[in-house]
């Protein structure tokens, strides 16, 4: 079973919000997203990254299960 997702309140300038807000437009990220990529980053950089972390997933929508139904196919009228 997954463990569940820490919740954590984040006070910010305006100005930095806005600038991480673009930013994640740009990189096709949420803003929640952009923010733990920043942090896994440092994290990486000064080397504390925690052995335990899972895996961010890749930016822009999940791709679709092969047990997605797929649409019904129509006959063409002649």
Not at 19 to 33: F, I, K, M, P, Q
């Given at each position: 079973?997954?463990k569940?997702?820490?919740k954590?309140?984040?006070r910010?300038?305006?100005?930095?919000?806005?600038?991480l807000?673009?930013w994640a437009g740009?990189e096709l990220?949420?803003?929640?997203?952009?923010?733990?990529?920043?942090?896994?980053?440092a994290l990486?950089?000064?080397?504390?990254t925690?052995?335990g972390a899972?895996r961010?997933?890749?930016p822009?929508r999940?791709?679709?299960?092969?047990?997605?139904?797929?649409?019904p196919?129509?006959?063409?009228?002649e």
């Amino acid at each position: 079973m997954p463990k569940e997702r820490k919740k954590l309140l984040l006070r910010l300038d305006p100005a930095v919000h806005d600038a991480l807000v673009r930013w994640a437009g740009d990189e096709l990220r949420s803003t929640n997203a952009q923010i733990e990529f920043l942090l896994r980053k440092a994290l990486d950089e000064a080397g504390r990254t925690p052995r335990g972390a899972a895996r961010m997933r890749r930016p822009g929508r999940p791709p679709k299960s092969e047990t997605t139904p797929a649409p019904p196919e129509t006959e063409d009228e002649e």
